[in-house]
């Protein structure tokens, strides 16, 4: 009786055994599933924030090519006011002059 018992309790350690290897597997393809899942989400909110801050570059390159855009066109106006005084002012001495120096009278 004593092998019987003896046995016996080997099968039941090796189904006590069995069922504990099936129960950590289980775990761990929930495990799995949950760690795949939180990849994800933590992926999808990275590319989220990128893609916001990516926007926000954008929007900020956009406006100081406007500024600097808008400060040439305040220089170009600036210079063609300044040449439209000076040609007031000496256009005809520039005829001359260019009329003196094309046809080459000293």
Known sequence: MEYTTLIDRI???ERTA???THEVREEEA???EHLAAESKR???NLMANA???L???KKEEQEKKEKALAALDIRLADSHDRMERAYAKYGDNWV???FRQA???P
Do not use: S
């Open 11 to 13: 099968l039941e350690a």
């Open 96 to 98: 001359d002059t260019l």
């Open 103 to 105: 046809v080459d009278i």
């Open 42 to 44: 933590i992926r999808d």
């Open 55 to 57: 926007e926000k570059l």
């Open 18 to 20: 069995d069922q504990m």
């Open 30 to 32: 929930g495990l799995n």
């Open 51 to 53: 893609a916001e801050r």
